[in-house]
């Protein structure tokens, strides 16, 4: 509920330090007068940083399934573990990029991580010039790009101190949705940028077995310039609000809860199936469809699996069972895995991209809806605010796990089945903890 305070101790025009110094979000007077439009312009700045950050996470995906085209001479499980890299190293950052806002300000760590992205960018650049270039020095410079992953948690917990209760949810909802269009923006930007003839600005590109040129450093470096062009927005538009600073022991206390571990389990199937797919998409058509065209159709899946998160949180609330929406979408992943898997062994294109796609689409729905669970579920705002950046971290291992699994099934079996089994063998796992533990009728949870 809003409140209504006097503000005449602001004066007449007080100056934006003032007016952050005594940031009042919930004091309507306060919100309508100062507070909208300065909410508005860190959403804007903070969310699209966001976007950059998982365009610079997942443009390595898009690399990867080209390098042994370029002439570089990697193994199945080499690429897969490298297409794995900044899944680890992200979804590792996130444990501890949730604390920057609060010991540096959400303008300076915006800004900071922001700016380190330049680093992996450029250097990568350097690196796909040479077909020379060692496999451990990939190895160190796609690691450094998992960086960008991290950022999602700094983000998270410093938009939503801008906004009163009742805009929280549509602000991060914002932040976090639009912020994963990174992904597909990746994907439709990269097949360009790979072809583009760019020798003048970003040198020279290196012969396909085709016969023609591939510029696999134009994806990095032309990333390089919006990424300056963003540390000026943040610089010029967004502030450091006076947060609450929580030191790493003020986390311990979710972990006693086993609903924690459960929402992290389910949240994981959702978004760590989002971003560990969209990690593998590529190399997994170039391995199973080589003779298929697939990269302009590659931002599909992504674009889908982002667009649709808003939705599942906004039909939970509509029927006022986020477990419910969560549990149904469950199902249909189940039957799109199958599907997917049936497609792979028939070698059927149509049939694998089309369940596929269908996957994308329930993940968003998954991640939308088990983020509604949490305030449910955890009645104390710290501690949901606490274990939705916890479970936003260990989901994002996904980016890690799935490459990594799909890297070993080639490697031990010549085959990508034994990597669905433990895929839906997960889902079907969900499933039941999703109905046992939130829709079930007795199960004393209502979310």
């Given amino acids: 509920m809003s409140t209504t305070k006097d503000l005449s101790f602001l004066g007449d025009n007080p100056s934006r330090q003032d007016i952050l110094k005594h940031w009042e979000p919930e004091d309507s007077t306060f919100w309508e007068k100062y507070g909208k439009k300065i909410a508005k312009q860190n959403l804007a700045v903070s969310t699209w940083a966001l976007v950059l950050s998982f365009v ?136 360009l940028l790979l072809g583009w003839n760019l020798s003048g600005l970003f040198g020279a590109g290196l012969p396909a077995a085709d016969g023609s040129l591939l510029y696999l450093q134009n994806v990095c470096y032309f990333w390089a310039i919006p990424t300056v062009l963003t540390l000026v927005l943040i610089w010029l538009f967004m502030d450091n609000l006076p947060l609450p600073k929580q030191s790493p022991k003020s986390i311990l206390s979710i972990f006693g809860n086993k609903h924690t571990w459960l929402m992290c389990w389910i949240y994981t199937c959702g978004f760590g199936s989002f971003i560990g797919f969209s990690a593998a998409l590529g190399l997994l058509v170039a391995k199973e469809f080589p003779e298929v065209s697939f990269s302009m159709a590659a931002f599909l899946g992504p674009f889908i699996g982002a667009g649709v998160r808003p939705l599942g949180g906004w039909l939970s609330d509509k029927i006022n069972s986020g477990s419910r929406v969560t549990l149904l979408s469950l199902f249909v992943m189940l039957g799109a895995s199958l599907v997917t898997l049936m497609g792979i062994q028939a070698h059927n294109f149509i049939m694998f991209f089309g369940s596929f796609l269908l996957l994308f689409l329930t993940t968003g729905f998954v991640n939308g809806a088990s983020f509604r669970m949490i305030p449910y579920i955890f009645n104390n705002p710290f501690h949901a605010s606490l274990v939705t950046g916890f479970t936003a971290a260990i989901a994002a291992y996904g980016a890690f796990l799935i490459p990594k699994i799909f890297g070993w099934s080639y490697s031990s079996y010549q085959s990508v089945t034994p990597a669905f089994y433990i895929l839906i063998a997960f889902t079907v796992s969900t499933i039941i903890i999703t109905w046992y533990f939130y829709d079930r009728k007795n199960s004393g949870q209502h979310c």
């Fill in 56 to 191: 610079v996470w997942t443009l390595w995906a898009t690399i990867a399934a080209k390098l042994n085209t370029a002439g570089f001479h990697f193994s199945d499980e080499q690429i897969f573990t490298l297409a794995a890299l900044p899944g680890l190293v992200g979804a590792t950052g996130r444990l501890f990029y949730t604390y920057l806002p609060g010991l540096l300000g959400g303008k300076t760590s915006t800004f900071i991580t922001t700016a380190l992205l330049l680093l992996p960018i450029i250097g990568l650049g350097n690196a796909l010039q040479d077909t020379a270039t060692s496999y451990d020095t990939f190895v160190l410079l796609v690691a450094f790009i998992g960086i960008a992953g991290a950022n999602f948690s700094a983000s998270m917990a410093n938009i939503g101190f801008f906004f009163p209760k009742a805009n929280k949810g549509l602000a991060l909802g914002i932040n976090a949705g639009v912020g994963n269009l990174g992904v597909s923006l990746i994907y439709l930007t990269a097949p």
